[in-house]
């Protein structure tokens, strides 16, 4: 009875049940979690099912043969329900933020990260196949943002695979809307997977520095970080020069760190990280704010060598990253329909004044009006940044606006 009435406990997710405003999940992220369980639901009753006949068998002849082989099913069903049980609460907490005093913040990061597909996808240069369910926020405590791509195996969820992108953001970026850069590097994350450029990113930095005379060590570090130099290129080109300053925010650190060199982590030594970004912000045409952000970057931290960075690593860079923001931004690719990222994303001084003038607006409470939802990013940080308002009357009226589209 215990097991049937755990089968039917872990029912699939009903339209409704976590509200029914904007910031409810929608019915394709409830169909995706829907058909996950049902898979791990139909192995559950198969089992339930087989506890029955081996209980009513035990219960017509009792002798220890049957009476183990029932006990033994039971276990392994009880087994079962725990894997189950731990993916319904999975997403049965990730759904219910969306009742929370949280809800509008994380549908504004939902709009933020849709407008984010949709330039790319419109930005490419041929049709490709629309990807959905679009990712979902939701708040974790902790100090670094992450994110779960689509189709790769959850060790949350029993190593089985991820039916749509994940973005995970620290309760403090959400309470600070103009360090939610990391959005857009989250999401830069999926659609360097969405749009096939798993491979053709780390080939593209590969062959470009073997082609400048790079040491294959130095070659292999590079390809290592792929994937974040990827999602932080393509976040400054989502969302503009404020992306930089929100990276800032996060690398900027004690020399000891900033300068300490892993051996094995995803992301660029922060010493590099910054120069690389700044690079593509002076070939995006913002020489000024390049000159700026490079000014404070080298007073903070001008000696590179005085950490443990490699010696090749350092020797190479004034060459390296350069050709990196060549290859992965302003060379084009066979999976963007033959163009650049640069072109699938454009960012220059149009964009940059629309920015402008949406802080304005979100300072004075009024309608930012038809600004893309990944530029107010940018445009709540150059509220601040300027002075315009509080920062408590920034952070109301960003999530009002996009609450509301």
């Excluded at 791990?40 to 081996?54: A, H, K, N, T, Y």
């Excluded at 759904?95 to 509008?104: C, E, L, T, Y």
């Excluded at 930095?205 to 790079?214: H, V």
């Excluded at 290859?327 to 402008?356: D, H, I, N, S, W």
């Amino acid at each position: 009875m215990n097991v049937t009435r755990h089968a039917a406990a872990l029912r699939p997710f009903r339209a409704g049940e976590f509200g029914t405003g904007a910031a409810a999940p929608t019915a394709g992220h409830l169909q995706a979690v829907n058909a996950l369980l049902g898979q791990l639901r139909g192995e559950l009753l198969r089992q339930s099912g087989q506890v029955r006949e081996l209980a009513r068998s035990a219960v017509a002849r009792p002798d220890a043969r049957r009476m183990q082989g029932l006990l033994t099913a039971k276990e392994q069903a009880h087994d079962w329900v725990r894997e189950v049980e731990r993916i319904w609460d999975f997403y049965f907490e990730l759904f219910g933020q969306r009742q929370s005093g949280f809800a509008d913040a994380l549908l504004s990061c939902d709009r933020i990260a849709l407008s984010c597909y949709q330039a790319a996808y419109l930005g490419v240069g041929e049709a490709k196949p629309l990807p959905a369910p679009p990712p979902f926020s939701f708040m974790r405590t902790g100090f670094s943002p992450a994110t779960f791509r689509r189709g790769i195996p959850l060790r949350r969820l029993g190593r089985r695979l991820n039916p749509f992108p994940l973005v995970q953001l620290p309760y403090h970026r959400l309470v600070n809307p103009w360090t939610l850069g990391a959005v857009l590097h989250e999401v830069s994350h999926n659609l360097q997977s969405d749009l096939g450029l798993d491979k053709a990113v780390p080939r593209a930095i590969a062959r470009r520095l073997l082609d400048e005379g790079c040491p294959p060590a130095v070659v292999r570090t590079w390809v290592r970080w792929n994937r974040e130099i990827h999602a932080d290129l393509c976040a400054l080109l989502l969302g503009g020069p404020a992306v930089v300053g929100s990276l800032l925010d996060v690398i900027g650190r004690a020399p000891a760190t900033v300068l300490t060199y892993s051996p094995v982590g995803p992301h660029p030594t922060p010493w590099f990280r910054a120069w690389i970004s700044i690079e593509l912000l002076r070939r995006m045409g913002f020489g000024e704010q390049a000159e700026r952000y490079g000014r404070l970057w080298g007073t903070i931290y001008p000696d590179p060598r005085a950490g443990s960075l490699p010696r090749e690593l350092v020797a190479t860079f004034a060459a390296a990253h350069p050709a990196v923001v060549d290859a992965l931004c302003f060379r084009p690719f066979p999976q963007l329909g033959r163009r650049t990222l640069a072109q699938v994303l454009p960012f220059g001084g149009k964009e940059y004044a629309m920015q402008r003038e949406a802080a304005e607006r979100l300072a004075a409470g009024t309608d930012p009006g038809i600004i893309p939802a990944r530029f107010l990013i940018g445009a709540a940080r150059s509220a601040l940044d300027r002075g315009l308002a509080r920062p408590g009357v920034i952070t109301r009226n960003f999530y009002t606006e996009l609450a509301r589209r």
